[in-house]
């Protein structure tokens, strides 16, 4: 990273989802290198990864680019590039990436070249305007490239429907508090723009053509591995906890027994926790003119 990037402070991050997004990222990795595949990345290209988090994906771009590609990792949280670099440092790759501060809703970053592939993942929906921030990214391909923007999706399985704890149905009704959360969330900033439509509209509203849809399975059976079993907590105690204000006393009082390491109940001590979900992406192509 450059001395000016350092001194860059960034802006706060409104990204993962968990305290450990590294941990998150190697949980869905699999569902991640599906997702890019359809970017056709090649040996030399230049790409851009949105929103890298904790930099799983901008680690498995660089490594595709090859010695002669460029990966430019563009976040608004300083604190997620210094992540990104990291983890490429210790892959030794981190020549290939170029870390930029910047925050889509501020139009497209402001970088030296145009790319080949675009990829973002889990970045674009933090946006108040959808439609600007899939323009922003569109502005960063050459004519003929290519971008993957993987949003939507199916909201993650882990819990059996009945755990004996609370009224059975727990982890439905906090998908549905989640999304009043959500909600009250994203028409809560000013500027926030109703979408009003899918994913692959929106990026043909923004200007791409041949927009197509696919999708990659997480499904992690029980009994989970260790590392799996603590995302999957970690992200249920974060959603529990955004989802907070929503949720009805009882189903309140349950998931802070469930979620207890101290309780008889906690959700560690099962067998029978799965991890299944599905991780929807978008591909579109730049126009040649
Ligand atoms: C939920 S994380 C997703 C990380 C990773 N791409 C993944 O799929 O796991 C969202 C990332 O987007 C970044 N982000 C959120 N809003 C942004 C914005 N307006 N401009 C640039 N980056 C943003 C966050 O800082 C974070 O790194």
Redesign the pocket.
């Known amino acids: 990273m450059t001395t000016s990037q350092q001194q860059r402070p960034g802006?706060p991050?409104?990204?993962?989802?968990t305290d450990d997004?590294a941990a998150?990222?190697a949980v869905?990795l699999d569902a991640?290198r599906q997702l890019l595949e359809p970017l056709g990345v090649r040996d030399g290209d230049v790409v851009v990864?949105?929103?890298?988090?904790?930099g799983?994906?901008t680690l498995a771009l660089a490594r595709a680019v090859g010695e002669r590609g460029r990966v430019y990792a563009?976040?608004?949280?300083h604190a997620?590039l210094e992540a990104t670099l990291a983890v490429a440092e210790s892959a030794g790759v981190a020549d290939r990436i170029r870390p930029v501060c910047?925050?889509?809703?501020d139009g497209v970053p402001p970088l030296p070249e145009r790319a080949d592939a675009v990829w973002?993942?889990?970045?674009v929906h933090?946006?108040r305007d959808w439609d600007a921030?899939a323009r922003a990214l569109l502005g960063l391909l050459r004519p003929g490239g290519v971008l993957c923007l993987?949003e939507g999706g199916l909201p993650a399985r882990c819990l059996p429907w009945d755990t004996g704890i609370g009224r059975p149905g727990l982890e439905i009704r906090l998908d549905e508090a989640h999304d009043r959360h959500f909600t009250q969330w994203f028409f809560g900033r000013p500027g926030a723009r109703r979408p009003a439509r899918g994913w692959a509209e929106i990026l043909t509203g923004a200007g791409l053509s041949e927009v197509t849809a696919f999708t990659a399975l997480v499904d992690i059976p029980a009994p989970l591995n260790a590392e799996v079993r603590a995302v999957v907590l970690a992200e249920l105690a974060a959603r529990v906890r955004r989802a907070g204000p929503f949720l009805t006393p009882d189903d309140a009082a349950a998931w802070a027994e469930l979620l207890d390491p101290g309780a008889p109940a906690w959700l560690g001590h099962r067998a029978d926790l799965t991890l299944l979900t599905a991780r929807t992406g978008f591909r579109g192509r730049r126009p040649q003119r």
């Open positions: 802006k991050g409104t990204g993962t989802s997004p998150a990222e869905y991640t990864d949105v929103g890298p988090g904790a799983s994906a563009v976040d608004l949280d997620m910047h925050d889509i809703e973002s993942s889990w970045c933090h946006a921030a993987a």
